[in-house]
């Protein structure tokens, strides 16, 4: 069952005085409800659309005029990160942002670096929510506290960086999805590029974090929460 909804397009963009059109894509059910409501409260804004997988994200985005996607970064069938990279191919002017429930150290960074308007916490406040959607709709990053602090101390080498804060964004798409068990002729397919490419990020990704095998990665990635 297709679990998007769509509401009538419009080809009005986004003034201050319009209302703000809000594409909710996550595949939890109660957590769009929850979105919802605390959107319901706001008068200038209003869901337009909902999408339970990556694919009918893209395919509502293609359809119809949205003013900002709500996009959780774990989904069932594409992740958020390639989600993310589609709807910017697609509609490059469209603010993303990122929800999770990952600490902003995790994947915040490399979210930004591959288009995102911002990234957010799912345990944030439903007043950060709301601020967040109005910095971003007027064409700004939105950027948490919790981040902007990662990000100074990136900038003053302050941080002790995690080692896959030292990948490119590419890199880091792979490793998420070696890391979660995908095979390289997999990983190839989806991302359009031949297996010696993806080989040779495979590689690089070892080499730059200091690992031997794909099990590494994997264990890596599980101890610092960036898959399930």
């Known amino acids: 069952m297709d ?6 397009p419009s080809q009005t963009r986004y003034s201050p005085t319009n209302m703000i059109r809000i594409l909710i894509a996550d595949d939890h059910a109660i957590v769009r409800a929850g979105l919802k409501q605390f959107i319901a409260d706001q008068a200038d804004m209003q869901v337009a659309g909902e999408a339970a997988t990556g694919s009918e994200c893209i395919q509502l985005v293609r359809a119809t005029e ?10 069932p069938d594409k992740n958020g990160i390639d989600t993310l990279k589609t ?3 697609v509609r490059p002017e469209l603010p993303v942002l990122m929800l999770s429930g990952y600490a902003e150290d995790q994947y915040a960074v ?7 308007a911002g990234y957010l916490n799912k345990e944030a406040a439903s007043t950060q929510l709301v601020g967040a959607i109005r910095t971003v709709v007027r064409g700004r990053k939105f950027v948490s506290p919790a981040l902007a602090q990662i990000l100074a101390d990136g900038v003053t080498g302050d941080a002790d960086k995690p080692l896959h804060g ?9 490793f998420c999805k070696i890391a979660a068990g995908a095979a ?9 590029l031949s297996v010696k490419t993806v080989s040779t990020y495979r590689t690089r990704v070892l080499e730059k974090m200091g690992m ?7 264990y890596y990635a599980i101890k610092n929460g960036l898959i399930d």
């Open 66 to 75: 949205f003013d900002v996607v709500l996009l959780d970064i774990s989904m």
């Open 3 to 8: 679990a998007a909804t769509l509401a009538p």
């Open 184 to 192: 390289v002729s997999k990983i190839a397919d989806e991302l359009h």
């Open 166 to 174: 030292e990948l490119s964004q590419r890199e880091f798409q792979i």
């Open 87 to 89: 709807l910017k191919q």
């Open 110 to 116: 490399n979210l930004l670096r591959a288009g995102a």
């Open 212 to 218: 031997k095998s794909n099990a590494d990665l994997t």
